[in-house]
């Protein structure tokens, strides 16, 4: 799988550890996140990554910044992304079972390396289950679709 990967500067450090760890699984990774600790803005990375996921440069993406909170927000203005922010692996898996998420947001000041490596294997793990969560997930597209300048 590819997977995008994008970090502001509180989330440097994970992310060169979640990337490796992606890596070793098997997964191509396409960094556009921050490449060191010098004070930046998780709206950059949080766009960059949803605008590849929606073009198809990559297959999902993955998001860090101090909570996950503002970086995931700033995914989310992004027409079809459908981003999440957990905390812990139960909601990660959910979240793509029933929701159907294509980003998966964490915060770096808030889960250690190995908790976000177990909310990534439960995020990527499951399988949309389509069936009765369809039209929810239908009817936040139409509330994009209604949006759209």
């Not at 999440?84 to 079972?97: D, G, I, N, T």
């Not at 294509?102 to 990534?120: D, P, T, Y």
Request: neutral net charge; hydrophobic residues 40%; contains cysteine.
């Amino acid at each position: 799988m590819k997977i995008g990967i994008g970090n502001d500067h509180i989330a440097y450090g994970l992310k060169l550890e979640i990337a490796q760890y992606l890596k070793d699984l098997g997964h191509e990774v396409v960094d556009f996140g921050h490449h060191n600790e010098d004070r930046t803005d998780y709206t950059i990375y949080g766009e960059k990554v949803a605008n590849a996921v929606v073009s198809k440069e990559v297959d999902c993406g993955i998001v860090i910044c101090g909570t996950g909170v503002g970086i995931s927000i700033a995914a989310n203005k992004v027409n079809g992304i459908r981003a999440v922010v957990c905390s812990e692996p139960y909601s990660a898996m959910l979240s793509k079972q029933h929701n159907n998420t294509n980003i998966l947001a964490f915060g770096a000041r808030v889960v250690g390396s190995e908790l976000a490596k177990m909310i990534i294997d439960s995020w990527l793990g499951a399988k949309y289950e389509s069936g009765r969560h369809a039209r929810r997930v239908n009817m936040i597209s139409e509330i994009e679709e209604r949006q759209k300048h």
